[in-house]
């Protein structure tokens, strides 16, 4: 009865996660991410409303006001997409596209730029600088493959889950569970900079620390810090605020000759 309009398949699915990849491509002050979202969810509201009227009230729907974490923007796409599918099926007319987009741009936007700019961008990063610190060519290499791994595949899979729950976001929660991961990450982080710190000795500007001198004292003083920032950490500190405490102190130690 409704022809193609029940058929919105994996695809689908996929094309439009393609072109959410440039969700940021046409970005501007004014309308933020807008032209991004209407760009990636167009072929499917071609496919649902054949109309042309329809199918044109339907992209000025999608060019109102849009401004999310740019990766958790895929779940509210698939859920977009599932509301649209529901709403030109008849299975739910009454479906406010508008109204769920609202709702979840801010939250969502909070949770994505904790878990992906405050714990997992930081962990490859710091990865790539302990492996940079051996000379190793291929850190920036690492830096991209532990980053995007995670990146990509979450897009994706929240993009399937957006479409799946129709927009649950309690279960979108439960199945990720974003807090958790982030405070793993967090203390992947420390851990790997206890490390650096008692490498710093051995660091030198062409990137070929001699290994053979090992300085232990300065390593068991990097893996002590450690633990007690893990600790403070799992008392409410914040990881990024002990970031930037370590770099300023080794800066401290540098300036001052000890390292």
Request: glycine share 10%; with cysteine; net charge positive.
């Amino acid at each position: 009865m409704n022809g193609d309009r029940d058929t919105i398949g994996i695809t689908d699915l996929l094309a439009a996660f393609g072109r959410a990849l440039f969700l940021q491509a046409s970005w501007s002050f004014e309308q933020m991410q807008t032209a991004g979202f209407a760009y990636a969810i167009e072929p499917v509201l071609k496919k649902l409303y054949p109309d042309p009227a329809e199918y044109e009230n339907r992209v000025k729907l999608h060019s109102e006001y849009f401004n999310t974490q740019p990766y958790f923007a895929s779940f509210i796409l698939g859920a977009a997409i599932r509301l649209e599918q529901d709403r030109a099926t008849g299975r739910n007319a009454a479906a406010d596209v508008s109204g769920f987009k609202a709702a979840m741009m801010a939250p969502l936007g909070a949770l994505g730029d904790s878990f992906f700019w405050g714990a997992l961008k930081p962990m490859a990063a710091v990865a790539a600088v302990a492996v940079a610190m051996d000379g190793s060519w291929w850190a920036p290499v690492l830096f991209l493959v532990l980053f995007n791994i995670w990146h990509l595949g979450l897009r994706l899979g929240m993009l399937f889950w957006g479409y799946t729950s129709g927009g649950d976001a309690v279960a979108l929660m439960a199945r990720y569970r974003f807090t958790k991961m982030a405070r793993r990450f967090k203390v992947i982080s420390l851990a790997m900079l206890g490390g650096i710190l008692g490498m710093m000795q051995l660091w030198r500007v062409e990137f070929r620390p001699p290994l053979s001198s090992q300085p232990v004292a300065l390593s068991l003083s990097g893996f002590f810090i450690t633990l007690v920032l893990v600790a403070i950490m799992r008392r409410g500190g914040s990881p990024v605020k002990f970031m930037l405490g370590l770099a300023v102190f080794c800066l401290a130690l540098a300036y001052a000759g000890v390292i």
